[in-house]
């Protein structure tokens, strides 16, 4: 299909030209591509919030409303391969250092919308009426840009018949754990042709950290993870009398470390490459586990934190303490944020949360289409931020800016899972 783009959008002719070429590859036939690269396009350029209308608007004589949203919620084509494509292209065109997990949730006015139900949200420490979907990005210093998606859906959806029916939710989506629910996200891209190994890095606290590490062992994965300050390790450190008897709070074993701490300069890239400066101190230690099950050791428990202010401001659980130096570490960590900046930059302006529609293959064709939106900007960085033809970004209230991925600093910032 050809589409008349605007100047600012042309610019980028080409990056648009060779997403498509392997996004639409999966679609036989020829009347979905057309609307796949519609869609596309309306998610590049129509102004505000990214409704049906509002994209039937912006690509003006191309799609109806109606055949659009025929196209997202009860059209045939299957969003697994179009996620392949992306991924693909993702890596080619920003390769990754690391796979970050990062939640994302979507405020729901009603309770007709796919997995909408009451959630505890902690960041906002209340309970609202939410969506809750798990995001899996390919993330490096200078860029990030989702790969997958995950909906978890909550057990009143999955036991209710007449929920399921509406929803048209496949029979084969079971219940599933918020830990589980993370882990299935970020296993479906591993097991996509040509996915590099990189490391998961995510905010672990409040997940089953046990849980998490031995499947990712098992998958040969290796992760960093932030851990809550009370969770309990056990150490045969010889620098921690006493504190090797048994299982230990994790902020006891690095809070008895504190004359072992060292300076450690890493770059930050944002907005522009500066130096700055960390303390870090890291201990061998091991995931005690209930009897009968071996227990996860050779991990090491890092703690950070800026010079003058409380220690330990962060801590870390890796897998990865023997093959990466601690700046190399610091700055996996850090792509948590970078995550959260393009969230708000990018994924806000192209309607990754806007989907407003009832059905389970609605809401994943959406957000399939609004991650390869996210791509083509990201990919053309600096210069695509500014494809993206809406105004300025809304401003949110509180509510508004906690949920649209806030990006406050780390140590400041509660848990963002709830389950």
């Not at 599933?176 to 606290?205: F, H, K, N, Q």
């Not at 293959?361 to 996210?374: D, I, N, Q, Y």
């Not at 053309?380 to 500014?386: H, I, M, Y």
Request: overall charge positive.
């Amino acid at each position: 299909m050809s589409v008349a783009l605007s100047p600012r959008l042309d610019l980028h002719r080409d990056v648009l030209d060779e997403l498509c070429s392997g996004l639409f590859t999966s679609m036989f036939r020829s009347d979905q591509r057309r609307k796949g690269m519609s869609y596309l396009y309306g998610l590049l350029t129509a102004p505000g919030r990214k409704s049906m209308r509002n994209i039937a608007a912006a690509v003006g004589g191309h799609a109806t409303e109606q055949s659009l949203h025929h196209f997202i919620s009860d059209s045939t084509w299957d969003w697994a391969p179009v996620r392949e494509a992306l991924t693909d292209y993702t890596v080619r065109a920003m390769p990754p250092q690391a796979w970050v997990v990062r939640p994302m949730v979507i405020p729901k006015a009603g309770n007709d919308s796919v997995g909408v139900g009451r959630r505890f949200c902690p960041t906002l420490g209340q309970a609202l009426n939410a969506q809750h979907a798990l995001g899996v990005w390919a993330a490096s210093d200078e860029v990030s840009s989702p790969v997958n998606w995950r909906l978890h859906l909550p057990h009143a959806w999955l036991r209710d018949e007449r929920k399921r029916s509406r929803a048209s939710i496949p029979d084969g989506v079971g219940e599933e754990s918020i830990t589980d629910c993370v882990l299935e996200a970020y296993l479906e891209v591993a097991s996509r042709p040509g996915v590099p190994s990189r490391p998961v890095v995510l905010d672990a606290r409040c997940l089953d950290i046990e849980r998490l590490a031995r499947r990712l062992r098992a998958a040969g994965t290796p992760w960093l993870v932030r851990i809550g300050t009370n969770h309990r390790l056990t150490t045969d450190d010889v620098r921690l009398p006493g504190l090797t008897s048994g299982a230990v709070p994790a902020y006891q074993l690095i809070g008895a470390l504190r004359s072992a701490r060292r300076l450690l300069n890493w770059t930050d890239h944002e907005p522009i490459p500066t130096t700055r400066t960390d303390l870090v101190a890291a201990v061998r230690v091991g995931l005690p586990t209930e009897r009968g099950v071996d227990e996860v050791t050779d991990l090491h428990l890092i703690g950070t934190g800026l010079v003058g202010h409380p220690w330990p401001a962060q801590l870390w659980l890796t897998d990865l303490g023997d093959s990466a130096a601690p700046a190399e570490l610091l700055r996996l960590g850090k792509l948590v944020d970078r995550v959260d900046r393009d969230a708000v930059d990018i994924g806000e302006r192209v309607g990754l949360r806007d989907f407003s529609g009832r059905s389970f293959a609605g809401w994943h064709r959406h957000v399939t289409l609004a991650s390869a939106a996210h791509a083509l900007c990201a990919s053309t960085d600096p210069g695509a931020r500014a494809v993206v033809e809406a105004p300025a970004p809304r401003t949110p209230g509180a509510r508004g800016r906690v949920l649209g991925w806030a990006a406050r600093r780390p140590e400041t910032r509660r848990p963002p899972w709830s389950d």
